[in-house]
């Protein structure tokens, strides 16, 4: 849309320029700010953070005119007016003069705010028509309105774009900010301020934006706040370039003005960049041309106190020239940096759109994407449960996984090897853990129990009523076994203790409780059955969270392996549809299986391994030859062999070791009684829980839950799908679709934006 107001002869000012500002660049100059100009032009703005000049001081400070100064472009003015916004000075060479002003929306807006701000886009020709253009921009912005009853913003985050372009423009981009706000006013409220403050933070903090300080002569500088924020964002003053407007203010000859001078000469507050003096109209010379008011500035400067200064230290031509290198070293120092950010940036936007796969827009590309993603889901996923790892899926950086861990993503990709681990890690959890008694049977060892409360509790599987109060001890007042008791039958506690006569004690008492018809000194075989029950309680407990844990690896494995390959959209489709339903199947089957294998230990056991008898032996002889030794060594003396007492002779008495073997005997048979079953019960737990470690990890582990898993999501079972259910899964929706228009133009974007980089760099030997 274009302005068609005519303007007055003697008002209408052309977009011309002068040569004062055509010296803000020299060739060498404009050849790498072109580039970044070129890279604007990509459309990267809003990418990247470009090398820019921003103008920003205290409210009143004089920055609009700095800018004014700088550009030569005739802002509206007046001395009671203040920036609302932020306004973005594009200058471009251009073959045709244009003055384009647009509004560029805050990210904020909805988006239909953003749709009709964005449609503000207007084009003049001279430089009269701009204070029109402006007073609508403000009405876009919600700055102002003719309705009174609609209410109006003192400030916006919206940004103002004026384009300037033309043959001897140069390449350049300056933004004016608001003025920094001390304290609330008549319709500026504390949220106007804050926005203002975050504002200035948002371009202050950019490290490629050159910051032009304004300092207003006409209040004390140690307090304007605009040099704490520089001070956070800049501390080192790297890219901050001081200027002070309003020098004719203080006083001549007054401490006020001595003190500028010093800040001008740097010697307080420190810039690297510097600092710069400024000479403002005043408000009787509004009136004045540029040239006029360059020539009123000059004048100022030859006659003040503040020609101390070196000649390009002040005044608006020496500034543009001092810019001009500034801006040059600046960007020439950051194109480096700006390529690596763009390479990134490409690299990113690149892996995002691989991530969204082909376009799916019909049936037969629903299918075919299926059927590539199906495929490279099956191998990787094979491959996994095989153990072989050559895919780079499964590469690890060195050092990137401290611990070989369940709970480490990256880990559970070598899903043999962690199911090995976890297999392994159960193995010894059932080894140290899955005895209900951990039974010492050495003939000195301490009771550690009160053994009839301790089995009774356990085998009666009582929680409260064992005969304690509330203190922890019996109703006689003795001491307590109350939490190792109840502990004994919890399967996640530690196996109890038990001495040899506490195990006496638990299986006497449990041959009283299943005595029938046997003779004295006999005992009824089926006890070790019931004996071998209670002392494996736990494991069906350990398998089960055993079960769940290579279960969660195994589906954590499945839904990461998926969400890498596909994005989340058909992540939660396949794997709602396809892969939880076959992973809850696996489930049943399993939980079924371990529950045969329960009750198969709740029968009596069954054994045909040799191991069984030969530990049965090996306790007997055990004790046999310990009796053995202690008799001989009792029925052996030793005496001297002579005077010099030089050795021993040892005298054995045979008839003495039989009487102390016989005497050793014990002839109680309720403990051998004890004896021996405690013997079969120990050599059949262990040789059961050998079987027993073997039955789940391979009958449960491997059979139903890891075995197939490569086959639950396959070019198989894709082949089988309907093309209904095969578009449903993999349709690519609208949000999809613009994600994918977005992506591909911003990788057009700094692709282009690449080109010109690399172009300029090699040209100009960066």
């Given at each position: 849309m274009t302005a068609d107001a005519e303007a007055e002869p003697s008002q209408a000012r052309m977009l011309d320029t002068t040569a004062s500002i055509e010296n803000l660049q020299t060739d060498e100059q404009r050849l790498v700010l072109d580039t970044v100009a070129g890279i604007r032009k990509c459309g990267l703005e809003s990418i990247l953070d470009l090398p820019q000049i921003c103008v920003c001081g205290d409210q009143s400070s004089g920055k609009s005119s700095v800018l004014e100064a700088l550009t030569e472009i005739p802002f509206p003015r007046a001395d009671n007016l203040c920036t609302r916004f932020a306004t973005e000075i594009i200058l471009k060479r251009e073959a045709q003069e244009s003055l384009t002003i647009k509004v560029i929306p805050d990210n904020s807006r909805k988006n239909s705010q953003k749709d009709d701000t964005c449609q503000f886009d207007e084009t003049i020709t001279d430089f009269s028509q701009l204070p029109h253009l402006i007073e609508e921009a403000k009405t876009v912005m919600g700055l102002k309105s003719d309705d009174s009853e609609i209410k109006t913003r003192p400030f916006t985050r919206d940004v103002l774009s004026i384009e300037i372009a033309g043959p001897s423009r140069p390449q350049l981009t300056l933004v004016d900010l608001p003025g920094i706000i001390g304290s609330q006013t008549r319709g500026v409220e504390k949220e106007d301020i804050e926005l203002v403050h975050k504002l200035t933070d948002d371009y202050i903090k950019q490290s490629r934006t050159i910051c032009l300080v304004v300092i207003a002569g006409s209040n004390d500088y140690a307090c304007q706040p605009i040099l704490d924020k520089i001070r956070a964002h800049d501390p080192e003053g790297e890219r901050s370039l001081g200027i002070i407007t309003k020098p004719d203010i203080p006083p001549p000859r007054s401490g006020s003005r001595e003190a500028f001078v010093e800040l001008a000469q740097n010697k307080d507050v420190f810039f690297k960049l510097g600092w710069h003096v400024l000479k403002n109209r005043e408000f009787q010379q509004s009136h004045f041309s540029l040239e006029e008011r360059n020539a009123s500035e000059a004048d100022f400067f030859q006659n003040s106190e503040f020609k101390v200064l070196p000649r390009d230290?002040?005044?608006?031509?020496?500034?543009?020239?001092?810019?001009?290198?500034?801006?040059?070293?600046?960007?020439?120092?950051?194109?480096?940096?700006?390529?690596?950010?763009?390479?990134?940036?490409?690299?990113?936007?690149?892996?995002?759109?691989?991530?969204?796969?082909?376009?799916?827009?019909?049936?037969?590309?629903?299918?075919?994407?299926?059927?590539?993603?199906?495929?490279?889901?099956?191998?990787?996923?094979?491959?996994?449960?095989?153990?072989?790892?050559?895919?780079?899926?499964?590469?690890?950086?060195?050092?990137?996984?401290?611990?070989?861990?369940?709970?480490?993503?990256?880990?559970?990709?070598?899903?043999?090897?962690?199911?090995?681990?976890?297999?392994?890690?159960?193995?010894?959890?059932?080894?140290?853990?899955?005895?209900?008694?951990?039974?010492?049977?050495?003939?000195?060892?301490?009771?550690?129990?009160?053994?009839?409360?301790?089995?009774?509790?356990?085998?009666?599987?009582?929680?409260?009523?064992?005969?304690?109060?509330?203190?922890?001890?019996?109703?006689?007042?003795?001491?307590?076994?109350?939490?190792?008791?109840?502990?004994?039958?919890?399967?996640?506690?530690?196996?109890?203790d038990m001495s040899r006569s506490e195990a006496f004690a638990w299986v006497n008492q449990t041959l009283i409780q299943n005595r029938g018809r046997e003779l004295q000194g006999n005992y009824n075989p089926l006890i070790i059955?019931?004996?071998?029950?209670?002392?494996?309680?736990?494991?069906?407990?350990?398998?089960?969270?055993?079960?769940?844990?290579?279960?969660?690896?195994?589906?954590?494995?499945?839904?990461?392996?998926?969400?890498?390959?596909?994005?989340?959209?058909?992540?939660?489709?396949?794997?709602?549809?396809?892969?939880?339903?076959?992973?809850?199947?696996?489930?049943?089957?399993?939980?079924?299986?371990?529950?045969?294998?329960?009750?198969?230990?709740?029968?009596?056991?069954?054994?045909?391994?040799?191991?069984?008898?030969?530990?049965?032996?090996?306790?007997?002889?055990?004790?046999?030859?310990?009796?053995?030794?202690?008799?001989?060594?009792?029925?052996?003396?030793?005496?001297?062999?002579?005077?010099?007492?030089?050795?021993?002779?040892?005298?054995?008495?045979?008839?003495?070791?039989?009487?102390?073997?016989?005497?050793?005997?014990?002839?109680?048979?309720?403990?051998?009684?004890?004896?021996?079953?405690?013997?079969?019960?120990?050599?059949?737990?262990?040789?059961?829980?050998?079987?027993?470690?073997?039955?789940?990890?391979?009958?449960?582990?491997?059979?139903?839950?890891?075995?197939?898993?490569?086959?639950?999501?396959?070019?198989?079972?894709?082949?089988?799908?309907?093309?209904?259910?095969?578009?449903?899964?993999a349709s690519e929706p609208a949000t999809t679709k613009q994600q994918r228009d977005h992506l591909e133009d911003r990788i057009a974007k700094l692709q282009n934006g690449q080109k010109v980089l690399k172009g300029v760099m090699g040209s100009a030997g960066l």
């Open positions: 230290c002040h005044g608006i031509d020496t500034l543009r020239e001092r810019l001009s290198v500034v801006l040059f070293d600046h960007i020439k120092r950051e194109l480096p940096k700006l390529s690596q950010d763009l390479t990134g940036l490409l690299y990113h936007a690149g892996q995002d759109l691989k991530q969204l796969g082909k376009s799916r827009g019909d049936k037969r590309e629903c299918r075919d994407y299926l059927m590539h993603l199906s495929q490279d889901y099956h191998d990787v996923c094979k491959s996994a449960v095989e153990g072989h790892y050559e895919s780079k899926y499964f590469n690890l950086s060195p050092g990137e996984i401290s611990s070989f861990s369940a709970d480490d993503s990256k880990a559970i990709r070598r899903l043999r090897a962690m199911v090995q681990r976890m297999n392994m890690d159960f193995a010894d959890d059932l080894r140290n853990k899955g005895q209900t008694f951990r039974i010492n049977m050495s003939e000195d060892s301490a009771p550690c129990n009160p053994p009839e409360r301790a089995v009774e509790g356990v085998e009666k599987g009582e929680d409260s009523e064992v005969g304690y109060n509330q203190e922890g001890k019996d109703e006689e007042g003795d001491e307590t076994f109350r939490t190792s008791v109840l502990q004994a039958g919890v399967p996640w506690s530690p196996p109890l059955g019931e004996l071998f029950k209670t002392q494996s309680r736990r494991w069906i407990h350990l398998a089960e969270v055993h079960l769940e844990q290579v279960a969660g690896v195994c589906r954590r494995f499945l839904s990461d392996l998926l969400m890498k390959l596909c994005p989340k959209e058909v992540h939660s489709r396949v794997w709602t549809s396809q892969i939880a339903e076959s992973l809850q199947e696996k489930g049943t089957a399993a939980s079924d299986e371990l529950g045969k294998i329960e009750e198969d230990l709740q029968s009596y056991p069954i054994n045909y391994n040799h191991y069984y008898t030969d530990m049965i032996q090996q306790a007997r002889l055990k004790r046999m030859k310990k009796s053995l030794s202690a008799s001989v060594e009792e029925a052996t003396t030793y005496r001297q062999v002579d005077d010099f007492d030089v050795g021993k002779k040892a005298v054995f008495d045979p008839i003495h070791a039989a009487e102390n073997c016989v005497r050793r005997i014990d002839p109680d048979m309720e403990h051998v009684t004890c004896e021996e079953v405690i013997d079969c019960l120990q050599a059949i737990y262990k040789v059961m829980r050998k079987t027993f470690l073997a039955n789940i990890t391979t009958q449960v582990v491997e059979r139903h839950i890891v075995r197939g898993l490569d086959q639950i999501f396959s070019p198989t079972s894709v082949n089988r799908l309907s093309d209904e259910i095969v578009e449903n899964l």
